[in-house]
């Protein structure tokens, strides 16, 4: 890049984007002159800043994508695919797929990969009740609702509320697609152009790769950033959701990220008329 310039860039406080993003903030990596100004939100909340437009690189849920195609691209690096990694459905007492319909069911945002894959699992099911993705296990455990769909480390913590699984909505989509799961993606602004776009891309999985490469270097900042979770809970978070899918979406992850596009289109979930998610192969 021929000018130093600072971009935006948004992804969520979670251990497995504090561990993929640690290098690339703090100068660790070569990142072709670019600068880049954090902000930490929830993934709700980015993906509503990006469907405003507000962010230049972002982390956001693969569900809220296809409506941000026009504006942003999907990146090769960063994301958080894999298998045994998906969204839980808790309770307080054991229940079925079908009973989950008229039930209250707290979801971390309608945007949200997690939701879309309730909506594909239980068609049925009522419209979730939005709740920040920390407080559903305790909104479970007190009967606010009658169930939660749960993301990020409560899938290691839920027993400790007194809570249940009903579903991992990850192995349904496992079982059902013989695919991973593609639940959060990096998307930067077509805006930049094509070629600022690849050296983020690339920036990113030398980021990625420093974190695998260096564990030590990032701890100080995925604990900053971890709130009450141990370091045992976040060193599984981060063996969970950051793998060779977060180095580079490989050909099966592509594959996995079209077939929810296709699923949710053909379910009316999502709009099939959207530009190509990813830039094309480079000459």
Not at 17 to 36: E, K, S, Y
Not at 168 to 183: K, S
Not at 193 to 201: F, S, T
Not at 247 to 273: N, W, Y
């Amino acid at each position: 890049m021929a000018d130093p310039h600072t971009l935006s860039l948004g992804y969520s406080p979670c251990p497995n984007d504090t561990f993929i993003f640690d290098a690339l903030v703090h100068g660790r990596i070569p990142a072709d002159g670019m600068q880049f100004t954090e902000r930490l939100e929830d993934v709700e909340t980015l993906n509503r800043l990006a469907a405003a437009a507000e962010l230049d690189v972002t982390k956001i849920s693969y569900g809220a994508a296809p409506a941000l195609l026009r504006d942003y691209v999907l990146l090769r690096s960063g994301g958080a695919l894999g298998r045994g990694c998906g969204p839980l459905i808790v309770s307080r007492e054991p229940m079925d797929r079908e009973s989950l319909r008229g039930k209250r069911i707290a979801i971390p945002g309608r945007n949200t990969t997690a939701n879309l894959l309730l909506r594909l699992f239980a068609p049925d099911a009522e419209p979730g009740i939005e709740v920040v993705y920390s407080d559903i296990m305790p909104a479970v455990a007190r009967g606010d609702v009658d169930a939660g769909l749960i993301i990020h480390e409560s899938r290691f913590t839920y027993p400790q509320h007194g809570l249940v699984k009903v579903a991992d909505l990850g192995e349904w989509w496992e079982q059902t697609t013989g695919l991973p799961i593609p639940l959060g993606g990096i998307m930067a602004r077509r805006a930049l152009g094509e070629q600022a776009i690849r050296e983020v891309d690339a920036a990113i999985r030398r980021s990625v790769e420093h974190a695998f490469a260096h564990p030590e270097d990032s701890r100080a900042y995925v604990r900053a950033h971890a709130q009450e979770m141990d370091d045992a809970v976040a060193k599984q978070h981060i063996d969970l959701y950051v793998n060779r899918f977060s180095v580079d979406v490989e050909p099966e992850g592509e594959r996995a990220i079209r077939e929810l596009f296709r699923r949710a289109a053909d379910a009316g979930l999502l709009d099939a008329d959207h530009p190509a998610p990813f830039l094309d192969a480079a000459a």
